[in-house]
């Protein structure tokens, strides 16, 4: 495995953790403004009168969205330093 596929594998492994982390805080989150009580070993919100039912779809797109663009930004800033790495000295 050369350089750049490590590094093409490792941005995919921060943005993946990056946008789970993401998606959990905004499910708490939304627990938390419903009046609930978040559970974070079982990851549920629990309710005065039981669980609440706190995820959307728009939180998974909103988790992905942001995953894409920390990939995106991360590609980015290694591509520059790769490039910047490989010019000759002035």
Do not use: E, K, Y
């Not at 039981?50 to 663009?69: E, M, N, Q």
């Amino acid at each position: 495995m050369n350089r750049r596929s490590l590094i093409q594998l490792l941005i995919g492994i921060i943005a993946a953790m990056v946008s789970l982390t993401a998606l959990n805080a905004v499910r708490q989150d939304r627990c938390l403004d419903a009046g609930g009580q978040w559970a974070a070993a079982t990851r549920s919100c629990t309710g005065p009168s039981g669980p609440l039912s706190v995820a959307r779809g728009f939180d998974v797109i909103a988790a992905i969205v942001v995953g894409v663009l920390l990939a995106f930004m991360l590609h980015r800033i290694s591509t520059f330093a790769s490039q910047r790495a490989s010019r000759p000295p002035a």
